[in-house]
């Protein structure tokens, strides 16, 4: 009943068939050769499960970053850009969001997030939400509270 992806594989065009009946999304349709071990081995050669952890990946950074532009909307407890170093090292970071790119040049302030208890999590520029964050500095964070006290 709960599922978060389905692969359909396999030789011919029956997997086609119950594909359309299914009325479910995350729904992947792979071709292989043989059935059995030798074409499930064949479907995770073919993409099939990097697919579905990319569209996984995605799909759980664009929920993230649209939590966090709906809160910058509402109220103070998120930043982002240069300000998000200072608020790091004041402990106030819950959550840091952060692009490859800036993960790598900045190991330090990641380092520091993550003594400091904040979760760190990397948002990749191959999707629309990680390019906002990448214009933003490259760096946004939730906050654990307000720095300038406002509620």
Do not use: C, W
């Not at 043989?34 to 929920?63: F, N, Y």
């Not at 990680?130 to 509270?145: H, Q, V």
């Amino acid at each position: 009943e709960k599922f978060d992806y389905i692969v359909l594989a396999g030789p011919g065009h029956f997997k086609q068939e119950i594909a359309n009946n299914l009325e479910i999304g995350n729904l992947y349709v792979v071709d292989t050769s043989v059935t059995g071990e030798t074409g499930l081995h064949e479907a995770i050669k073919r993409g099939a499960l990097r697919q579905v952890v990319e569209d996984s990946r995605i799909s759980e950074e664009t929920q993230v970053m649209e939590d966090f532009f709906e809160r910058l909307e509402k109220d103070h407890r998120v930043s982002y850009g240069e300000p998000v170093e200072d608020l790091v090292e004041q402990g106030a970071v819950e959550k840091l969001l952060i692009t490859p790119q800036k993960f790598r040049e900045d190991q330090s302030l990641v380092e520091r997030a993550e003594q400091m208890g904040a979760e760190v999590l990397k948002i990749h520029t191959d999707h629309e939400p990680g390019e906002r964050l990448e214009k933003m500095g490259g760096i946004a964070a939730f906050l654990r509270y307000d720095p300038q006290g406002r509620s």
